[in-house]
């Protein structure tokens, strides 16, 4: 029987240092029907990040601009920097069928499950405490006050992990790569993204 399909909408969040990053760029590489929403932040580009690939790095003024424009499917200060998901990122792409990934924090995960029920949201959990404080501080892309205030907000984050549809430990790389495309592989075969055409 034909069919039209609706795009997968994919919500991953964890604390930063979970090794989230990486599950995500393996994801993105493995499955082509799979598209990575670039979020605007006001935040300042790391080194190894790419305008326009990693994020839209923009000035507060033109954050504030679109927000304004309601430009955004969900936003939130974290880290205190601002960050938002941008609608024209994921609306276009998901009605032409294609699966859209978001890498976004629990206050923006809460807000895109409110409005997209039928969303897949996973929780990455690093193996420890102890170790996520290893990995932030050896991955040294941020500063130490900046290492700091990551560490402090990981337990916040860490205890939303409930309202994820599924969890993720990341203390073994391969394992945690396996469990994702598991999901994935079945969230595509869910019948709520499904519209038949039965015809006469
Ligand atoms: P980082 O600054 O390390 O790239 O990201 C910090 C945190 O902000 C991560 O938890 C990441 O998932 C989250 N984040 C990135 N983009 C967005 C976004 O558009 N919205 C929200 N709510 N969080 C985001």
Redesign the pocket.
């Given at each position: 029987m034909k069919e039209t399909r609706k795009g997968m909408l994919l919500v991953i969040?964890?604390?930063?240092g979970t090794g989230?990053g990486t599950l995500v760029e393996r994801l993105l590489q493995r499955d082509p029907s799979f598209c990575f929403s670039v979020?605007?932040?006001t935040?300042e580009r790391r080194k190894n990040e790419i305008d326009g690939v990693h994020?839209h790095f923009i000035s507060e003024e033109e954050y504030d601009k679109l927000e304004k424009e309601d430009a955004f499917l969900?936003?939130?200060t974290?880290?205190a920097?601002r960050?938002?998901?941008l609608k024209s990122e994921v609306y276009g792409r998901m009605d032409r069928g294609q699966n859209v990934l978001?890498?976004?924090?629990p206050?923006?995960?809460r807000t895109v499950m409110e409005k997209e029920p039928n969303c897949v949201s996973i929780f990455i959990l690093p193996p420890s405490y102890a170790e996520l404080k290893v990995r932030l501080h050896t991955r040294n892309t941020e500063k130490p006050e900046e290492i700091e205030r990551r560490l402090k907000n990981a337990r916040g984050e860490i205890e939303q992990m409930n309202r994820y549809r599924y969890l993720i430990v990341n203390d073994d790389l391969e394992l945690a790569c396996d469990q994702l495309f598991a999901i994935v592989r079945a969230e595509k075969q869910n019948s709520v993204r499904y519209f038949p055409e039965i015809g006469e």
């Open positions: 969040s964890g604390p930063s989230k979020s605007a932040t935040r994020y969900e936003r939130a974290v880290h920097h960050y938002g998901t978001l890498d976004i924090d206050q923006g995960a």
